[in-house]
């Protein structure tokens, strides 16, 4: 019987939906392997994000607030989760598989000499973690023997725990961090502003591929996508010929998304691609080619040109929304 210490991340005060997928991950395995829930919540000012924490149903949120834990460096933040991790006696320390996470959590599994599996899927009843192999073509079972075990979830893959009333008990982790003995500095952090939702947290997603020809095909997903509120995704074929920020590319070396709905527009469905989107609950794609791999994963296809489907989608789209 152990317990299981989850990370959460989180923006504007508020924990990201990829870390409450975390939440439910940690909860699951207690209610198999008995022990207590606990989470992480680490920066500055937390006040807010905080008392949010309280409410997923942890018995403890420690809470590492702190003016050098500011802005993220793996250096400072790793040796924090690391003493509570051992503190609280932690059986799994876990996070969601994000950028942060992927940086982070093999940090610690190494200063806690812990095994690490990634991409956690499921647990079975003995504790195991299910795991893709071969870009999602099989699934394996990973059993970790030692004796403190670290898990960087698929946050697809579990249903984001809900907020609920406030219980548990809140502990202040005493930092002391000396960020002037890093190697490392914090110099800046670039934000994209958008006002699109991001990928990995958007109910629908219009993803596009090198089918849209450049950058005024690829215009046509962005006002798909605004019309309906959507992210927009892109094939690595995209990204590599700059039609689309990298930050946009789905899949296997991009981001694992698990939409509501998935639109697949002029994109073949490359299996380093389905890796990253084949868990959307409904895919829509539209491609000329009728032996296009998507539409072996599409719940709707269209068979079709999209210069000439894609105008008539948003001008129906528009009628729609005009009433
Ligand atoms: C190690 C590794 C990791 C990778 N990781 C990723 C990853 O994370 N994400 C990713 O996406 N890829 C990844 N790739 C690349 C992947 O193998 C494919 O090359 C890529 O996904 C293909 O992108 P695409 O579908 O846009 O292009 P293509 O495969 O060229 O497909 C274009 C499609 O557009 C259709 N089309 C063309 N014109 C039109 C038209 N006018 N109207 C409608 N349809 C049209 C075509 O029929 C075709 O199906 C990876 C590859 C490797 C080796």
Redesign the pocket.
């Known amino acids: 019987m152990g317990n299981v210490l989850v990370i959460a991340e989180h923006k504007n005060g508020v924990v990201k939906k990829v870390s409450r997928a975390a939440f439910a991950f940690a909860k699951e395995y207690v209610a198999k392997q008995g022990g207590e829930f606990h989470i992480l919540v680490m920066g500055s000012d937390l006040g807010v994000v905080a008392d949010e924490c309280m409410g997923y149903g942890a018995a403890k949120v420690h809470v590492a607030d702190h003016a050098d834990l500011a802005n993220y460096l793996c250096e400072s933040y790793a040796p924090v989760m690391v003493q509570v991790a051992k503190d609280m006696g932690a059986e799994v320390v876990a996070g969601t598989a994000s950028a942060m996470t992927k940086d982070l959590l093999p940090r610690v599994a190494a200063r806690l000499e812990a095994g690490m599996a990634s991409d956690v899927c499921s647990i079975n009843d003995e504790g195991h973690f299910e795991r893709p192999v071969w870009a999602g073509n099989a699934m394996v079972f990973v059993e970790i023997k030692t004796p403190i075990k670290v898990a960087a979830v698929r946050g697809t893959e579990f249903e984001p725990t809900e907020k609920g009333d406030a219980s548990g008990e809140k502990v202040a982790v005493n930092v002391s961090v000396d960020l002037g003995a890093l190697k490392k500095r914090f110099i800046e952090f670039e934000v994209t502003k958008s006002d699109r939702p991001e990928l990995t947290e958007a109910s629908v997603i219009v993803s596009g ?3 849209t ?1 450049g950058e005024e095909g690829f215009g046509m997903v962005n006002q798909l996508a605004d019309l309906m509120g959507a992210a927009v995704g892109a ?4 990204v590599d010929a700059g039609w689309a920020p990298n930050d946009l ?6 981001k694992v998304v698990a939409p509501d709905l998935y639109f697949a527009v ?8 389905l ?2 989107m084949k868990g959307s609950k409904t895919i829509v794609a ?4 009728e032996e ?1 791999p ?1 539409f072996q994963v599409a719940d709707y296809g269209l068979v ?4 000439k489907a894609m105008p008539e989608l948003i001008e129906e789209i528009k009628k729609v929304k005009a009433g």
């Open positions: 591929g090198r089918g020809k094939t690595r074929a995209v590319q789905v899949g296997q070396t991009g002029a994109l073949s469905g490359a299996i380093q691609h890796a990253g539209i491609n000329k080619d296009a998507i079709a040109d999209m210069f």
